[in-house]
């Protein structure tokens, strides 16, 4: 194992160490979740470039391969600071941020993941309209390379692949609204955005799609865990219902 590297980084997290340091968690693409002690990365100086959602160039190092570390870094993309502008991109950007910080093994690749995150922080600009569904699609993506995946290509009764539109909150599999009728009101909502299907997605589908992949997240990727899903997650997802409320 390498004891230095240096490569683009995504800031997931950051805890206050002494007086000024700070203990930064990070998600790049060849060594996953990384964490490293960034000296005075609490300070007015650093502490910006160390925002959840950040993409920095980093460098970390360490004498043996198992210790913490010495992390540097240049921000390359302040994307905590654009997010600030709109309350639910903040949200969506922090809730991105703590699923991977929580759900995603220290120091194991996963570079699908890596990337999605990137491209998901890239289009926050174009307005959460966009991001929603891109978001969505990222945490069924990251239940798929922890092995949790949604099996979403047929119906898990009939085998057919037409009007899909619920899913199995025990299996995760695809369930037709006609064979899934006597049980629909135990199982999940499917929004078409998850099926490939064009259009733009209503914040109503929005939030049946975060309290899908939610129920599958906290249940599988949480579950082991004391505290289960973010707060932040749960906050994201109060704000979508809030705005769907709105109309």
Not at 76 to 91: C, K, Q, T
Request: glycine share 12%; net charge negative; charged share 15%.
């Amino acid at each position: 194992m390498s004891t230095e590297w240096n490569g683009p980084a995504i800031v997931l997290g950051t805890r206050p160490l002494g007086e000024s340091g700070a203990v930064v968690s990070l998600l790049t693409e060849a060594l996953g979740r990384h964490a490293g002690l960034a000296k005075g990365g609490a300070s007015r100086a650093q502490s910006a470039v160390w925002l959840p959602g950040n993409l920095v160039e980093a460098r970390w190092v360490a004498r043996l391969p198992d210790q913490l570390g010495a992390l540097s870094g240049e921000m390359v993309h302040p994307a905590a600071a654009l997010a600030m502008e709109d309350p639910l991109s903040l949200s969506l950007l922090s809730a991105a941020c703590a699923v991977a910080e929580g759900a995603l093994p220290e120091r194991e690749p996963h570079p699908r993941c890596f990337h999605g995150l990137v491209t998901l922080i890239a289009r926050l600009g174009e307005g959460t309209a966009a991001a929603l569904p891109d978001y969505i699609r990222w945490e069924a993506e990251l239940l798929t390379e922890l092995g949790y995946g949604l099996d979403l290509a047929r119906c898990a009764l009939t085998g057919g692949v037409e009007d899909l539109t619920l899913v199995s909150p025990r299996t995760g599999r695809a369930v037709s609204a006609a064979a899934g009728a006597p049980w629909a009101d135990r199982l999940l909502p499917l929004p078409r955005f998850l099926l490939g299907q064009s259009g733009p997605a209503s914040l109503a589908e929005c939030l049946a799609g975060l309290r899908l992949t939610g129920h599958f997240l906290g249940r599988d990727a949480f579950g082991h865990q004391q505290r289960g899903l973010p707060v932040a997650r749960g906050m994201l997802q109060d704000r979508v219902a809030m705005a769907a409320s709105l109309g």
